[in-house]
């Protein structure tokens, strides 16, 4: 059986909101193994996160994985949010170590965790939580090397992490290639594949650019010249992701985890199409 869970982000506006939680109940009954609600640079975002974690737990069935970050905040400061989402029946925080809000080299808070391996030791160590990590098939953008994230990823595992989600890929071999690195180091906690479909192509390469990730050459050739032709755009976007899942489920993933950015037709659709959900299941609204 295939597993999926969805990430979302916070809203910043009434016309946001109302278009997140369309988003929300219209993946809800997939029954996701979980929902991450994610965090601005500098934890900008991370009022509205707690708002929405909150909601997901007091409105829905579903299980919210919280995103928390190392980035401006004492360790007394994180400590309270770890115990508030524990409070509020929340079982599951995304550590990250984060980005600075002007986007430039991380640095610690004076009196904050150094990174994402000392967050992790400390919710593992407080314990009650299941701890999602990151990983990057294509290299950090900040990171010397592959190998360099790769031994980061094992000194999450061996912190307390339960398993590690990618950052989205749009060339699936680097999905393979890192698998199999990542098994080759000895990291047994299961790796789950980012998937990011989206028919906004300009959108996407933008966010490539500033993660490190490679849009191939056949990718950009199937939406050139489509700038005005959503319709289109939305078909192969569709293609392009179930093609993608496909192809990582064939290979052993048992796992797929969803980047909606909040926009919930095209990821319901990969599913459907995938017989990843019950074809009588009707989304709801929130």
Same mark, same amino acid.
């Given at each position: 059986?295939?597993?999926?869970?969805?990430?979302?982000?916070?809203?910043?506006?009434?016309?946001?909101?109302?278009?997140?939680?369309?988003?929300?109940?219209?993946?809800?009954?997939?029954?996701?193994?979980?929902?991450?609600?994610?965090?601005?640079?500098?934890?900008?975002?991370?009022?509205?996160?707690?708002?929405?974690?909150?909601?997901?737990?007091?409105?829905?069935?579903?299980?919210?994985?919280?995103?928390?970050?190392?980035?401006?905040?004492?360790?007394?400061?994180?400590?309270?949010?770890?115990?508030?989402?524990?409070?509020?029946?929340?079982?599951?925080?995304?550590?990250?170590?984060?980005?600075?809000?002007?986007?430039?080299?991380?640095?610690?808070?004076?009196?904050?965790?150094?990174?994402?391996?000392?967050?992790?030791?400390?919710?593992?160590?407080?314990?009650?939580?299941?701890?999602?990590?990151?990983?990057?098939?294509?290299?950090?953008?900040?990171?010397?090397? =592959?190998?360099? &994230?790769? +031994?980061?990823? *094992?000194?999450? #595992?061996?912190?307390? @992490? /339960?398993?590690?989600?990618?950052?989205?890929?749009?060339?699936?071999?680097?999905?393979?290639?890192?698998?199999?690195?990542?098994?080759?180091?000895?990291?047994?906690?299961?790796?789950?594949?980012?998937?990011?479909?989206?028919?906004?192509?300009?959108?996407?390469?933008?966010?490539?650019?500033?993660?490190?990730?490679?849009?191939?050459?056949?990718?950009?050739?199937?939406?050139?010249? =489509?700038?005005? &032709?959503? +319709?289109?755009? *939305?078909?192969? #976007?569709?293609?392009? @992701? /179930?093609?993608?899942?496909?192809?990582?489920?064939?290979?052993?993933?048992?796992?797929?985890?969803?980047?909606?950015?909040?926009?919930?037709?095209?990821?319901?659709?990969?599913?459907?199409?995938?017989?990843?959900?019950?074809?009588?299941?009707?989304?709801?609204?929130?």
């Amino acid at each position: 059986m295939t597993d999926i869970s969805f990430e979302f982000f916070p809203p910043k506006s009434p016309e946001a909101e109302e278009k997140l939680w369309t988003a929300v109940g219209r993946l809800e009954p997939l029954a996701p193994d979980f929902v991450s609600v994610t965090y601005g640079a500098g934890g900008s975002t991370r009022d509205r996160t707690h708002a929405c974690v909150r909601r997901l737990v007091d409105e829905t069935q579903l299980k919210p994985a919280a995103h928390l970050t190392c980035v401006a905040a004492s360790r007394a400061d994180i400590d309270s949010v770890i115990e508030a989402y524990a409070t509020a029946g929340v079982g599951h925080i995304v550590a990250l170590r984060g980005d600075m809000p002007d986007m430039g080299e991380f640095q610690p808070h004076e009196d904050g965790y150094s990174g994402s391996v000392e967050l992790v030791e400390a919710i593992a160590a407080r314990g009650g939580f299941d701890i999602t990590v990151s990983a990057y098939p294509e290299k950090h953008p900040e990171s010397s090397s =592959l190998q360099t &994230d790769i +031994d980061l990823l *094992k000194a999450k #595992a061996d912190a307390g @992490a /339960t398993r590690a989600i990618t950052q989205f890929v749009f060339d699936t071999p680097a999905h393979l290639r890192f698998r199999d690195a990542v098994a080759a180091a000895g990291i047994t906690i299961p790796l789950i594949p980012g998937i990011m479909p989206t028919t906004n192509f300009a959108g996407a390469r933008r966010m490539a650019a500033a993660c490190g990730t490679h849009v191939p050459d056949w990718m950009s050739a199937m939406y050139a010249g =489509l700038e005005e &032709d959503p +319709d289109t755009r *939305k078909h192969i #976007a569709a293609s392009i @992701a /179930t093609d993608q899942c496909r192809t990582l489920l064939n290979e052993g993933f048992e796992h797929l985890h969803f980047y909606t950015l909040n926009q919930a037709d095209l990821t319901f659709a990969v599913c459907r199409i995938l017989g990843l959900c019950d074809s009588q299941q009707e989304s709801k609204p929130l």
